[in-house]
């Protein structure tokens, strides 16, 4: 190891031991529902309750919120979220459902909120109390982001919130939403404006949730009306016209560039994070059968396995560079580059499963005859949303080229 690599401090050193004989004793078992691939396709009660139930013990025992500061709620420690993220991936741990509370609004409340804020709201967002939902995208706002038309009008002490926003994930269940509103239509970025608001305590009166059902059947999403939601301007964060600014810090978080490590990163699905992974394709054709052989036995598919399995090591140690410090000058440089090679990875990592499954790459989820209960094509249906989710293939391409490495803007 250089120097210039990054080596635990004595301090992390012990929270390692720490967590990993906490976790040697408490890391959940077989969860009793089967639960979805991530977090955003949480569909039932029954996922919710054992999943936040996990996190509030990880919480409990201080493997959550880690590096935020104790007033907070947090651990008060310093670069210690990311051991305790390796050791509960380590332990096979399942992920926090609180996904977008932990990764985004904890981080932008902590950036840019009042004290009042960061001591009403982070602490209950650590330990899973108060779920949350991101209401950035509209209908004709996705990619171009600060074309976003919801509209906040200024009423005395009070906002008043009406539009729509869609493909929120968790606004089913979300106690409150980071939204992203237009206060002022003459300026496309100063005239935005950053809120936490309340969803729960204003469903069916000024706030409605409507789910939309996506291809595989699940319901993670859900378009959101707003009809005069009354907001107090105490929940807005950071100064009126500064919410383009307040949303790149959520964004800099959701693509894993931010200062702050987010706890939800760690963790498994279930058996489908076999799906993840795509060392066990190697297994899945071994184990199926093709023209009286094995499906190993092809050595078309075993060359297209390895140049997945090549591809996958070469995102591994692709980052390892996040610990040479000459290599992280750029926030943006690693996580997003990772992020871009992952999910088309694995949407390729799925569409060769059901090459090598063939006609029984057709039985799903509930099929009780689907190989591996029918996570390949569920896996297959879901990566869409990967390339598409957190930043679209082709913007990530975009930001790489003109914002990290300096190319001239595309016209
Ligand atoms: C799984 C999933 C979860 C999501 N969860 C949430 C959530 O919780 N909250 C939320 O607010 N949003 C959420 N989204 C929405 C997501 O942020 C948007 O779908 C995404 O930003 C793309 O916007 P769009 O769908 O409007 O597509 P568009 O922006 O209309 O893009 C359409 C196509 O045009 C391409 N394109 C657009 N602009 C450019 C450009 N400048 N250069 C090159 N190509 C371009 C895109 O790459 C894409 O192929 C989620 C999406 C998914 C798939």
Not at 48 to 57: F, H, P
Not at 71 to 88: F, H, L, T, V
Not at 105 to 117: D, K, M, Y
Not at 358 to 387: H, I, K, R
Request: hydrophobic letters at 35%.
């Amino acid at each position: 190891m250089s120097d210039e690599e990054r080596k635990d401090t004595p301090e992390q050193d012990e929270f390692r031991a720490y967590c990993r004989e906490w976790l040697s004793k408490n890391a959940p078992g077989p969860p009793p529902v089967q639960l979805p691939q991530s977090p955003i396709e949480i569909t039932t009660e029954e996922q919710m309750a054992y999943l936040r139930g996990w996190q509030k013990s990880a919480y409990e025992a201080g493997l959550v919120g880690c590096d935020y500061p104790k007033e907070y709620g947090g651990g008060g420690r310093k670069d210690c979220q990311r051991i305790a993220n390796e050791e509960m991936q380590r332990a096979g741990a399942p992920y926090f459902p609180n996904v977008i509370a932990l990764g985004m609004a904890a981080p932008t409340i902590f950036f840019h909120g009042s004290e009042e804020l960061k001591k009403r709201f982070i602490p209950k967002i650590l330990s899973g109390e108060e779920i949350w939902c991101q209401g950035f995208s509209e209908p004709n706002a996705g990619s171009d982001l600060a074309g976003a038309q919801t509209s906040a009008v200024r009423d005395g002490d009070n906002w008043v919130i009406n539009g729509q926003k869609i493909w929120t994930s968790l606004a089913t269940f979300a106690s409150w939403m980071i939204l992203l509103a237009r206060h002022d239509r003459a300026d496309k970025y100063s005239g935005l404006t950053y809120f936490v608001v309340p969803i729960k305590e204003e469903l069916g009166r000024t706030v409605d949730v409507r789910p939309l059902i996506k291809i595989t059947g699940e319901a993670g999403f859900n378009e959101v009306f707003f009809n005069d939601l009354v907001v107090s301007d105490r929940y807005r964060l950071d100064d009126v016209g500064k919410g383009w600014q307040v949303a790149m810090t959520t964004l800099l978080h959701e693509r894993g560039a931010g200062p702050l490590v987010t706890p939800a990163a760690a963790g498994r699905a279930s058996e489908g994070d076999l799906t993840r992974n795509a060392m066990s394709l190697i297994d899945l054709a071994r184990n199926s059968e093709r023209n009286g052989r094995t499906a190993a036995d092809d050595p078309v598919v075993r060359d297209r396995i390895m140049e997945l399995v090549v591809r996958q090591s070469g995102l591994l140690q692709s980052l390892r560079r996040t610990r040479v410090k000459g290599l992280t000058d750029h926030p943006l440089r690693i996580p997003q580059a990772a992020k871009l090679v992952f999910t088309e990875l694995y949407q390729d990592i799925a569409a060769l499963s059901l090459d090598i499954l063939g006609p029984s790459g057709t039985l799903f989820v509930a099929d009780e005859n689907a190989p591996q209960g029918g996570q390949w094509p569920l896996a297959y249906l879901n990566s869409y949303g990967m390339t598409i989710a957190a930043g679209t293939s082709e913007v990530l391409r975009n930001i790489l080229g003109e914002r990290v490495l300096g190319m001239p803007k595309s016209k």
